[in-house]
């Protein structure tokens, strides 16, 4: 019910982000409304009230079940991680956004106790909080200058954003999308680089479970197919390589589950 | 006649090889390092350290293409005529006169035609050693454009022109 919900709510920017992914195959015709139907699902989202109050964000960027560490740009955290407190608050996993309900209460330049899952066991980090709002505030505007067409205003605003915080998939393919038409990403093989991180994240994302990976495996196909066709072989056998592994860990992980049970 | 012929045979021996093609090959720089540049096309014959930091690194190749001679065939006829005597049966001599030509055909081969080929190419690089311009000269900067293909195409972007707002300015519907 959780993941139909999430599912829900990341429609509107997961379907931009297909139809950017498919426009990159021609761009002649539907590169002058690429970035408005990418840009503007982010700027509707992060006009909400909820993005525009100063609170507390920690560094992880988690994973689509939204309590799992995909990646930390600090040593407090690692992925895989998975989120069990904030202080004294339980997260609560059949919450929408259980991490960031917890991390609302708490102000931007707070240090707070958090407590994790780190291979199967419960341990307590101290991490040091910074304003989410400063970090919302430019995916809102570099949203709101993809809906007006200006990839330059939007590349500019999202390395701003990733300056202060790593992005996740949605941001990071909206800025492969800016950077690459205000001519910031140029040359086949920074745009093959750049288009194959994008990916290579949103396998991060999904690794958390088999489902969420099978859901995204038409996309990641489509990205090894892309890739492939950019003449970028190597990264498209790396990417379906990580796909594969990932989804062999996670299948393997949910048997022996079953077994124990 | 034999530069005509030259330049068909450059034609022919160019096959699909173009200028386009072979800027399209540039074009495909754009963006990437100097040091991938060096890796791939060797090191420069030349490079030229810009004050801003920048470099232009200059490749400059030259050869040439002999053409042999054309053999031609020029007709040579030689003529020849004289008298002859003889003694008939009855006894008596008999004069008589012959004329005629003889034609015969020789070969002549011109000299050999040397037609120089230069092609050199420079890249700019900023400070950083990405590459941000080409340029070529020369009469044998030819390639076949390659087949490679970007994942996603650059196409310029027209400048836009908008209200800029900011993210509270959005949020409160202000803008």
Redesign the interface.
Known sequence: MVHLKLSLVALTISTAICVGAFAGNSPTTQDSTLLPKIGEPFATEYKKSEYGVSRCMLTPVLESDRMTVALSTDRVFAAGDVFVAVGSDIIDSTAMFPVRDALMKRAAEESIQVKIRRAGKEITVTAKCTDAKVFYDLLLEAGFAASKNDAAGCSDKLRGAASLHALNFSPMHLAFQCGRLAGRIVGPTDQAKAYYEVYEQLIRESQWSADALNRNRGTILTAVDALRKGNAAFLADDLKQQFDQALTAKTQTTASLGDAR | MNRIAASILLVLLAGCASTAGYEAVLQ?????SSD?LVSSWGVPQQVYRQSGGGTVLQYSRSGQIVLPGMTTYQAQTSYTSGSVAAVGSNGNMINGTYDGTATTYVPHTSDPTVIATRCVTRFTADASGR?TNWSWEGNSCRAVAP????????????P?S?K?????Q??HSDC
Not at chain 2, 147 to 158: E, M
């Open positions: 495909t720089w754009l963006g990437d991938h590459i087949k490679k293909t970007s994942v996603v195409a650059a196409v310029p972007v027209q836009v908008y800029k707002c900011t993210a509270d959005l949020r």
